[in-house]
């Protein structure tokens, strides 16, 4: 490893290059730097691979005493390859185009006119923080992240004096009259100290405690503070631009927001987030960018989701689709990609992938209409939504099913573990899809209908059903009940899904259901 | 009025400014690899130290025998 040195400067990539210029293919001026990066990174993993391997066969001679530092030996490579990642997420950020609306164009140009903080507030992933960066990009100057915690404090914020190391130096003998060396700029001390104007991001203000910001008005407003231990005044030679976010998690205090000056960001509207999208993916074609923004706001307008897709997932989501080709949107391919939790992807793809662009459609509905099988179970009573029918339990214990027993009022659900099943509501389960047997369970189903099990099943028809009331109606489905208070859909190709209620059969006819002999292939014979 | 796209082009005072975090990048992995060998050379004191120690043992026992 060696010492950063003259002959290891960067040159500024296409250092001709004005603007007005004929276009060239665009070159990303961040990709020598990060390929530098790289090569630096790989060089230092080498040295602490080398390290490492040394401290274990030195950890083997010292025994018990050795492991300690063996660990220690191995964290600092860890905490290499952080700073390594954290740098690389810091180019991203910096690097990142951002589109400015005309409205926080103003309200940035008067904070820096009147040398107050920028405040901004709006919902996660509206760009409160990439603004921030990306302003730092575009003026080269450097940025302070001051990322709030619920145990942050403003002392810290500014400097903390390190009376620990201070008594070791001293019990050591060491000189210990130079203070300053015992002190550690915060990032608004850092920003205030700093020789050039930066961008001080103070990041989530929200998240710590209510006191936080209005500890900190007296030195934003003074752009100065004093260090009591040394005596010294740390005074800003350049007023930093103060950016502070909140996801407004809580209010802020009145005196802080008198101080400051407050822009609300909305989430972008499609035709913004095109602008957006196209920023970020200048070759995106119109046909996908369209479709994909359609069915992204069709997302985003779910209800129930834990996180509502926003503009980091729909530009990786876009992305993803482009490099594999795809020219146009359909259903929701790669969810993952826009969705980060496993329920909010059952909730729009449906448990088993395949989507019918049925959001607003209870998973129940969208298996019917990928064909499964989808029964409900027989319930312990009919006040008990949860606990299915006890001789459910022994059917399947007998038939050598795994199963989770329902317990804790619903919070553990009942539910089968089967290849190819899988519970889409309370005591409700799409058991296979005739079209493809062997990969569901459909002797589990005749078995559950042999015996009584099955209270209803939810079936697609061709045949109307009347709505007495309608509850929701949108350009794929309309939902409502039909006179007996039974809950109905009719597609948007003109079929009824509905649910086909099973009495208690006589003890006979379930004698015989249960010995006839199925055969999941008939049909197909 | 339309919206202005910041960083939309590659310029001069963003490289600047990469060149600057690069060189800090630089300084906080040597600084990393430092404290690495600073390890290994304790440990290296320490296990030099353990066998002097085991020969002084040794030496010891067996001038009482």
């Known amino acids: 490893m060696t010492e950063p040195t003259a002959e290891n400067k960067l040159t500024p990539l296409n250092p001709g290059k004005q603007e007005g210029q004929e276009s060239t293919p665009p070159v990303d001026p961040s990709s020598e730097i990060r390929a530098q990066a790289q090569q630096l990174g790989a060089e230092t993993a080498t040295i602490f691979a080398g390290d490492v391997e040394q401290a274990e066969v030195l950890a083997a001679e010292l025994g018990d005493d050795g492991d300690a530092l063996l660990g220690e030996a191995r964290a600092v490579g860890h905490q290499a390859a952080e700073d390594q990642a954290a740098f690389e997420a810091r180019v991203d950020r910096l690097s990142a185009p951002y589109v400015l609306s005309p409205e926080l164009s103003k309200v940035l140009e008067t904070a820096r006119l009147l040398g107050r903080p920028l405040l901004l507030e709006g919902e996660p992933g509206t760009g409160k923080t990439a603004l921030a960066y990306a302003l730092a990009g575009e003026e080269g100057m450097p940025i302070i992240h001051a990322q709030a915690k619920s145990t942050s404090n403003a002392q810290e914020m500014l400097y903390t004096f390190d009376v620990v190391k201070r008594l070791q130096d001293a019990q050591l003998g060491e000189d210990v009259s130079d203070l300053d060396k015992y002190v550690h700029l915060g990032p608004l001390g850092r920003a205030l100290a700093s020789g050039e104007q930066v961008i001080l991001l103070i990041d989530e203000v929200d998240k710590a405690k209510r006191d936080f910001p209005n500890d900190l008005l007296h030195e934003l407003d003074k752009m100065s503070f004093f260090i009591d231990e040394t005596g010294r005044e740390v005074a800003a030679v350049h007023r930093p631009i103060v950016i502070i976010t909140s996801n407004h998690e809580r209010d802020l205090p009145e005196p802080f927001l008198r101080r400051t000056v407050y822009h609300y960001i909305n989430f972008p509207s499609p035709d913004q987030m095109s602008e957006i999208v196209r920023a970020h993916i200048p070759d995106v074609s119109e046909r996908l960018l369209e479709t994909a923004l359609d069915r992204f706001y069709q997302i985003r307008q779910a209800q129930g989701l834990e996180k509502p897709p926003s503009t980091s997932e729909i530009l990786d989501w876009i992305q993803v689709l482009q490099a594999e080709g795809v020219t146009e949107v359909k259903g929701t391919p790669h969810p993952e990609t826009l969705l980060k939790y496993k329920r909010d992807v059952d909730r729009i793809v449906g448990a088993r992938g395949a989507n019918p662009e049925m959001v607003g459609a209870t998973e129940d509905v969208m298996a019917v209409l990928r064909g499964d099988r989808v029964v409900r179970l027989r319930a312990k009573s009919e006040y008990d939504r949860y606990e299915p029918d006890a001789t459910l339990y022994t059917l399947l214990a007998n038939e050598g099913y795994e199963f989770t027993m329902a317990g804790d009022y619903g919070r553990i659900p009942f539910d089968i573990h089967a290849q190819g099943v899988t519970r889409v509501g309370d005591l409700t389960f799409a058991l296979y899809n005739p079209q493809e047997p062997q990969k569901g369970e459909p002797y589990l189903y005749e078995a559950l209908k042999g015996r009584g099990l099955v209270s209803g099943e939810l079936v697609m028809q061709d045949e109307p059903v009347e709505f007495a009331t309608v509850e929701e109606s949108n350009r794929y489905f309309t939902r409502g009940k039909d006179a007996n208070g039974n809950t109905i859909y009719r597609t948007k190709e003109g079929k009824f899904i509905v649910e086909r209620k099973y009495g208690h059969e006589e003890d006979s006819d379930r004698e015989n259901r249960s010995q006839r002999v199925f055969d999941p292939f008939e049909d197909d014979q | ?65």
């Open chain 2, 1 to 65: 009025m339309s919206a202005h796209i910041l960083n939309k082009n590659g310029s001069e005072k963003r490289i600047l400014l990469l060149q600057k975090e690069l060189a800090l990048l630089q300084e906080q992995l040597n600084e990393r690899v430092l404290q690495s060998h600073k390890i290994i050379r304790n440990m290296q004191k320490l296990a030099d130290q353990k066998k002097v120690d085991s020969i002084k043992s040794k030496l010891a026992h067996n001038s009482t025998i």
